[in-house]
């Protein structure tokens, strides 16, 4: 008898075999997402409706980068002490509050109090969505799960910028409705449809942060993470600065920048599935090298088309990152543990987009023609670093699983 083995179809292989509660994860964060309108306008927002000076909504976005780089580790300890469904909704619904808070406060310490707070809410759903996905699926579907995780923000961001340039006309007020709305949307379908998982009493005694950090992986991990922050987030501080310098309009950006997100939103699904089979390391570092290199090729254009092209090549590398970081913290966090090491990893970004201007900025000040070289060599850098990282977390994954068939 001849046995027949039925390879599953292209939906299948690419949607199949996640859970329920993963999904209703997926439709929160793109409804979340699709409301994304207040932030990619509110440096506007500060100047134009409030009337702020560029100084004054330079310190005012700065309290909001302070509050994210609390956001990561508050949420993850949250996650981990009270559970990923507590810290989902109530994130969501402290965000929505604040939106709506932010959009009717007028005075500059109001507004200032507004955009710290946000700062530390409106991304603390990250390390528990996170932790659910690793609690959730198995291991060897999570870069898929973490994929299709980063297709519905991607996604719904791009929706969002469109319908917010056109919504906004009627006013900034209805951006902070529509952001706090697909906020509270999130958080009442995560409470009324994913059930709560956090670690037993006892294992939420036993370790913090200090332990995360003692992990010297995970430690590399982060350190490498915030590398490559630096790196990527150049494309939304300082690209933006070196092509008007060089006499494009902002105009020339947002085209620019288009070629970023249909990429992403008709190529990272097509790829998913195959990124998600090979080795996360040498995958990752890939993705590392292709992002390096197109910022690198910045400094060889100066037209709209040449840079559309350098976005081109580096949103692959991008789409080939998708998913892979979140399995990789997933495989070595332990359960009780997975929010914090989860916060940590954000912590990472956070970190990076306080930092990424600074840097950027000051490189251009020195010279168009440095700054995408010095960015090419630090991404370079960070492949390298996952390179010699990644057998020493095979090890220990070889290790962990044999002696789980010991045990057994």
């Known amino acids: 008898m001849t046995t ?8 299948q292989s690419r949607l199949g075999g996640l859970p329920r509660a993963f999904w209703v994860l997926f439709a929160g964060t793109l409804v979340n997402r699709l409301g ?20 004054a909504a330079g310190l005012v976005m700065t309290t909001f980068g302070a509050g994210s780089l609390l956001s990561q580790p508050v949420a993850g300890w949250l996650t981990d002490r009270f559970g990923r469904r507590v810290t989902l909704t109530g994130g969501m619904t402290a965000t929505a509050v604040t939106f709506v808070a932010l959009g009717y406060t007028t005075s500059l310490a109001g507004i200032v109090v507004a955009m710290l707070v946000l700062g530390v809410v409106v991304d603390a759903y990250r390390p528990a969505s996170q932790a659910l996905v690793a609690d959730l699926v198995s291991p060897d579907d999570r870069p898929r799960a973490y994929g299709l995780l980063f297709w519905a923000i991607n996604l719904g961001f791009a929706v969002a910028m469109v319908s917010g340039g056109w919504l906004v006309r009627s006013g900034f007020t209805v951006l902070f409705w529509v952001d706090a709305i697909t906020s509270l949307v999130f958080g009442v379908l ?3 449809a994913i059930p709560e998982r956090r670690p037993a009493r006892e294992e939420r005694q036993e370790g913090g942060f200090a332990a995360v950090f003692r992990d010297r992986p995970m430690a590399v991990f982060v350190l490498i993470s915030f590398g490559y922050a630096l790196v990527y987030l150049q494309a939304y501080t ?11 309009t902002p105009g020339a950006y947002g085209v620019a920048m288009a070629v970023n997100g249909v990429l992403i939103v008709l190529v990272q699904p097509l790829t998913n599935s195959w990124v998600s089979r090979r080795d996360p390391f040498r995958t990752l570092a890939g993705g590392f090298v292709l992002v390096a290199v197109g910022l690198g090729l910045t400094a060889l254009v100066s037209t709209t088309a040449g840079y559309a092209l350098t976005v081109g090549v580096w949103t692959v590398g991008e789409i080939f990152t998708a ?22 990893y954000g912590l990472a970004w956070s970190a990076g987009g306080l930092l990424a201007p600074l840097l950027g900025t000051r490189l251009l000040a020195v ?6 070289p010095v960015t090419c060599g630090l991404g370079l850098l960070a492949a390298a670093g996952l390179l010699v990282l990644g057998p020493a977390v095979r090890r220990r994954a070889a290790a962990a699983e044999q002696a789980a068939h010991s045990e057994s």
């Open 36 to 55: 994304t309108m207040v932030e990619p306008f509110i440096g506007i927002y500060l100047t134009q409706a409030r009337g702020m000076s560029l100084a």
């Open 4 to 11: 027949v083995i039925e390879r599953p179809g292209f939906l």
């Open 190 to 192: 995560v409470w009324r």
């Open 367 to 372: 010279s168009p023609s440095v700054v995408w």
């Open 323 to 344: 998913g892979i970081p979140g399995a990789i913290v997933a495989s070595l966090a332990p359960a009780h543990l997975r929010g914090r090491y989860s916060g940590a």
């Open 238 to 248: 300082t690209l933006p600065l070196a092509m008007t310098g060089g006499g494009l």
